[in-house]
């Protein structure tokens, strides 16, 4: 899989270079920049102030397997979901919705949704 990390804030974008693509940006830009490896991936799971979000479809989850972690919230309910009030957010997914400075870490297939 290709991981692709957001971020809100300008300060927290990672320097890294890695083998998978990855786009960093913030609300109010769309620069593109550095890349996630796996291991950042991983240490992304670890850390309680960052949300990684599976983007993929229910039936991926099912044929490829869940990311232990991962807050599944398939790409075309995103904007939505991530624009609810945070009473709705933690009622449908057991969690308190982001703030605009909690890094964001997006997982996908195949890194081209």
Known sequence: ???HIITHNTNLRPSVTTRCPAITRTFSSTT????VTY???VQALDDPDTVVIDVRQAKELENDGAIPGALHIPL????????SSPEQFEA???????????PLVFSCLAGIR
Do not use: A, D, M, N
Request: proline fraction near 14%; charged fraction near 25%; charge should be negative.
């Open 39 to 41: 291991e950042e991936f």
């Open 76 to 83: 075309r309910e995103l904007e939505i979901s991530l624009s």
């Open 92 to 102: 449908k997914f057991g969690t308190p919705l982001p703030t605009t400075t909690t």
């Open 32 to 35: 593109l920049t550095p890349t």
């Open 1 to 3: 899989p290709r991981y």
